[in-house]
């Protein structure tokens, strides 16, 4: 079974830093583009919303959504079937379940999710 495991998550300040990571396990995900998207539990009338995505291709490419925009760094190690998310000057916005994903990525799907970890950003 495919399995996409994060970590990382945790409390911080605003302003603070944290590293999410996502080890993927029971696939070769070299040929897939991987991505975080989070999602704040409690407010359903909110989806999920991508964060950012990496491209499968070797010179690694990272797309981010405005919110994140120079303060988020996604990276990958494709010979460790890993994928980071740097996040730098947290916002209390930035509150929410971040989740590891992985195959056809879209605005809100993607073949195949991990559990989710969670971010808590507070004043």
């Known amino acids: 079974q495919v399995q996409l495991v994060e970590s990382g998550g945790g409390s911080v300040q605003a302003g603070g830093s944290l590293k999410l990571s996502c080890a993927g396990s029971k696939y070769d995900f070299d040929g897939c583009a991987m991505g975080w998207y989070r999602q704040t539990p409690g407010n359903p009338g909110k989806k999920r919303e991508w964060?950012?995505?990496?491209?499968?291709?070797?010179?690694?490419?990272?797309y981010y959504a405005d919110s994140v925009k120079g303060r988020f760094t996604i990276s990958r190690d494709k010979s460790e079937n890993m994928l980071y998310l740097q996040m730098n000057s947290l916002k209390i916005e930035d509150t929410a379940v971040y989740y590891c994903a992985a195959c056809n990525l879209g605005d809100t799907t993607a073949d195949y999710w991990g559990q989710g970890t969670q971010v808590t950003v507070s004043s």
């Open positions: 964060v950012s995505i990496i491209s499968s291709r070797d010179r690694a490419i990272g």
